[in-house]
């Protein structure tokens, strides 16, 4: 029976290693199938839209017709061919005029771009994950191949813009941003001011600071967080009302203090200081 038992052990760590295999290699399949949906869908959201503004165009062209007006009619019946042609709309080929035109190649540059984006945000997440779970078990090749493939779908189709500093980027996309390419989310949004929208995840006194607060926003399904460091001269407290404690932020002098729970939507103006452990905002106040 001794000598069976080095063999028994032996043999079940094999099979658990040509399992841990399978499974690895049936993850890199599933990213691949998952990036091969997304551009299908991506492809089927272009069509789509591009048959609605040919419907779009036609109509245009008929109302110049009746107006008259030839000139806009030629343009549009140019630019009803050229889509044909080509399958593709996009800003190069906004036209100056007519108007009516340019107004309609926006609205649906602007409908492609939404429908897209959504389709983009549903898998990178998905995709996000099997790139974790292969770094874990130490497929890092696999996990490169899924990062790679995550980017391709954010530079093609989700390329990110540096924020304004006025328009609030929901946490979700900052959470995803980072979790996806690290280096990407950094070029865009580390040293930049921003207001974060999310849901209250939690709040806790500063380790480092116990004057200090941090407070934590998340994806409004949860996962991930933005860790926000409050500035200086926020005052924070702890407040309890029957079962629920707040957290009562006072900034500027003269304005009333903010009273804040879990799961409350809000947004935080801050300073992005890239990722640690959490994407980390300092400098922050509750944006009003």
């Not at 165009?57 to 000139?71: I, M, N, R, S």
Request: net charge positive; charged share 30%.
């Amino acid at each position: 029976m001794s000598a069976d038992r080095p063999l028994s052990f032996l043999a079940g760590v094999a099979l658990v290693l040509v399992l841990r295999g399978s499974v690895v290699a049936q993850g890199v399949a599933v990213a691949d199938a998952e990036a091969a949906r997304c551009e299908e869908r991506i492809a089927s959201v272009r069509r789509d839209v591009l048959g609605k503004y040919e419907d779009a165009l036609a109509e245009l062209q008929v109302q110049f017709q009746k107006a008259g007006d030839l000139e806009g009619a030629l343009a549009i019946r140019a630019e009803r061919e050229r889509a044909r042609k080509e399958g593709v709309l996009a800003e190069a080929h906004f036209a100056a005029e007519p108007k009516g035109l340019r107004a309609v190649q926006q609205a649906h540059v602007s409908k492609m771009r939404e429908l897209i984006s959504a389709v983009v945000a549903e898998s990178v997440p998905k995709l996000v994950e099997m790139k974790k779970q292969l770094t874990v078990v130490g497929r890092l090749d696999e996990a490169v191949s899924v990062r790679s493939a995550i980017e391709r779908l954010q530079n093609d189709h989700l390329p990110i813009s540096k924020p304004d500093g006025s328009t609030a980027l929901p946490a979700n996309e900052l959470i995803t941003a980072y979790a996806a390419d690290r280096t990407r989310a950094d070029k865009t949004y580390k040293g930049q001011k921003l207001i974060v929208r999310g849901v209250v995840g939690g709040f806790r006194p500063d380790p480092a600071d116990a004057k200090h607060y941090l407070l934590f926003l998340t994806r409004s399904n949860g996962g991930g967080w933005v860790q926000c460091a409050f500035n200086a001269d926020v005052r924070c407290r702890e407040e309890k009302q029957f079962n629920t404690t707040f957290l009562v932020v006072s900034g500027k002098e003269g304005e009333p203090p903010a009273r804040v729970q879990t799961g409350q939507t809000i947004d935080i103006r801050g300073t992005c200081d890239g990722f640690e452990e959490t994407v980390r905002m300092t400098k922050c106040e509750i944006a009003r």
